[in-house]
């Protein structure tokens, strides 16, 4: 197979990260942006993250997505509002042919969830942009640099030639 010809296309693919609250989300929505319902496309996390307190509905609910995910996503065009984070148990199936791990950690299970299964797994490490400290701007730039690193990475594993998930954002988004 010749380096120019891209891997055949995975019917369905899974990003997993720690929470499900920062890479894989924007791994998920930049890859269902690139190829639309031609493959299925989901994420998880090792494990939820912290629940907080909804004072409309009085309950503890788990956290959403990051806010500044939130905030990186929407400037192309991606609104991540409605995702609610979910580990390897919440999935709702767990049929992939490919599995994408974001950290070491989510590596690791990957490894167990495609135990004798026809599953192939990729790593790709990635940085953890909720590490940055300093100014808003500052942190911003780490999440879009990680929104952007998987965006080029998606279109080249996924991506016929053509536009990136970024360069599908609405005109004007960036």
């Known amino acids: 197979m010749s380096a120019d010809v891209p891997p055949p296309q995975p019917g369905a693919v899974l990003f997993a990260c720690n929470l499900n609250q920062v890479r894989s989300p924007m791994a998920e929505a930049l890859l269902k942006r690139l190829v639309g319902d031609r493959i299925y496309v989901d994420s998880c996390g090792l494990k939820l993250p912290a629940l907080m307190h909804d004072a ?29 984070p979910k580990t390897f148990d919440g999935l709702e199936d767990s049929s992939f042919d490919l599995v994408v791990s974001l950290t070491p ?20 490490p990635t940085a ?19 929104r952007d690193v998987l965006a080029r990475r998606i279109a080249e594993r996924f991506g016929r030639p053509g536009p990136s998930p970024i360069d599908l954002a609405p005109h004007g988004a960036l």
Do not use: K, N
Request: hydrophobic share 45%.
């Open 105 to 124: 950690e989510a590596q690791h299970r990957a490894v167990e969830l495609a135990r004798g299964r026809a599953a192939d797994i990729e790593y790709w």
């Open 128 to 146: 953890d942009p909720t590490l940055i400290d300093g100014s808003r701007q500052a942190r911003l730039e780490a999440y879009r640099e990680v």
């Open 56 to 84: 409309v509905s009085d309950e503890d609910v788990a956290a959403g997505v990051d806010p500044f995910v939130e905030a990186v996503m929407a400037e192309i065009g991606c609104d991540l509002a409605g995702h609610r």
